[in-house]
């Protein structure tokens, strides 16, 4: 499973949205996983089917 970071970190909103588009269909072409780490849930659960939040240090 691949680990990405948020594009929107140091990316344009134009930039960001090209690479989760990317990242969502390389997912679904090649069926696999892929674990996003953001700060910007918002962002990233318009690309995927759950947002998971650390705080504290629990899920």
């Given at each position: 499973m691949?680990?990405?970071?948020?594009?929107?970190a140091s990316a344009t909103a134009t930039t960001a949205t090209a690479v989760m588009e990317l990242q969502s269909r390389l997912r679904s072409e090649r069926a696999m996983a892929i674990l996003?780490?953001?700060h910007e849930?918002?962002?990233?659960?318009a690309y995927t089917e759950?947002?998971?939040v650390l705080h504290?240090?629990?899920?």
């Open positions: 691949p680990c990405s970071p948020s594009p929107s996003l780490v953001s849930p918002h962002l990233i659960s759950a947002v998971h504290g240090g629990r899920l």
